[in-house]
């Protein structure tokens, strides 16, 4: 699992991965590593490439809205980023299209809403059928 943030995603990304590292996931932290003030488009990036690359099955971007993250994830060939505010659009973006990218707002979700979307975009599978003919649509 590849997790990024910018400075202020960086709180929420150290529950995420702490939540992760929990449950055995192994984890790649493409930072930040501290609030300083940073620019998402790197870290979103970032963790987009490592996901489409395969050093990743999945990854989380987390900034203050998630908006910026899931579109500099989105630029990246391949990748499916989806925002997600609820557990049930999270299980959407799996079963439906496929997303391998999670974005979360950390001034829009608390962590504990936020863990519960993590952990609905874990456990749900891509459904496939009519779905993947759309997703294939999207490449």
Known sequence: MAL??????????????RYLLARSYQ????????????????????????????RAHRGVVICGTG????????RVPGIRAALCADSFTA????????????????RVVGTGLALDILAAFLSTDFEGGRHDRRVRQLD
Request: hydrophobic share 40%; charged share 20%.
């Open 4 to 17: 990024g943030a910018d400075h202020g995603g960086y709180a929420l990304k150290e529950e995420v991965k």
């Open 91 to 106: 299980r959407m973006a799996r079963a439906h299209n496929d997303a391998q990218v999670l974005a979360l707002g950390a």
């Open 27 to 54: 984890v790649t932290d493409c930072g930040v590593h501290s609030a300083e003030p940073a620019d998402y488009p790197y870290y979103g990036k970032t963790v987009a490439e490592c996901v489409a690359s395969g």
């Open 67 to 74: 908006v910026g993250m899931s579109v500099a994830a989105n």
